[in-house]
């Protein structure tokens, strides 16, 4: 079946503007996750959303990063005000929360603020 | 203290040869483990999941976990120049929610 999509693939966006990066799961998966890497480093957890419970906001770096999660499927990301410090590969991850909790990635987005 | 630690390596290996990828985790009620393989430019991709003591393979690939020592390793037999990549260990943390933890990698280089 079709795995984790996200779009869009690449970004260039100039700093002060706001963004929006979408994430659709594997049909099923009721866990979510977001994270952040930077080039060369190491995976930076923004956001998980469970189901229907209230999400895990404990890795957003600023209150300029906010996510929703609609009807438990397709989540979008926003980065208000971007800032230079902000261009990194978004990743998205689903999973099947009760099961193996086996996180299945996406091909990320690049965002590039100028 | 970091809740998951790998070294960054790089780990050089000849090719044939095992390569030998580890991981120490801090909470003790951890559950599950995983390794994930990133290539650079892509996204990581699993490749094995343990979560009882002990030894698991696939192909390859073994999977060893130490819950008493808090030790998780990976190891590739006759390892390939498309091995090359870095390994991602990768903890589920016990609570209410079920956030995986991921290391910083370990950046392996197969020589040919």
């Known amino acids: 079946g079709a795995g984790v999509s996200q779009s869009p693939s690449n970004k260039v966006t100039e700093k002060g503007k706001d963004v929006e990066l979408r994430c659709d799961p594997i049909?099923?998966?009721?866990?979510l996750y977001w994270y952040r890497q930077s080039l060369g480093q190491g995976l930076e957890f923004l956001i998980y959303f469970q189901g229907n419970s209230a999400p895990d906001k404990s890795g957003l770096p600023s209150d300029r990063f906010s996510a929703e999660r609609t009807g438990g499927s397709v989540s979008t990301l926003t980065i208000q005000r971007t800032q230079q410090e902000d261009s990194a590969v978004y990743l998205c991850a689903s999973s099947f929360s009760g099961g193996t909790n086996e996180q299945f990635f996406g091909p990320g987005t690049r965002l590039t603020v100028l | 203290q970091k809740e998951v630690e790998q070294n960054s390596g790089p780990l050089s290996v000849p090719e044939g040869a095992i390569a030998s990828l580890n991981c120490t985790y801090s909470?003790?009620?951890?559950?599950?483990f995983f390794w994930y393989r990133q290539y650079s430019g892509k996204s990581p991709e699993l490749i094995m999941s343990?979560?009882?003591?002990g030894d698991k393979e696939d192909g390859r690939f073994t999977a060893q976990l130490n819950k008493a020592s808090q030790y998780v390793s990976l190891l590739i037999r006759d390892s390939q120049p498309s091995d090359s990549a870095t390994y991602l260990c990768a903890v589920q943390v016990p609570g209410g929610y079920q956030k995986v933890t991921f290391g910083i990698g370990t950046k392996l280089q197969v020589i040919p």
């Open positions: 049909s099923g998966h009721t866990a």
């Open positions: 343990i979560y009882s003591n």
């Open positions: 909470d003790r009620g951890s559950q599950s």
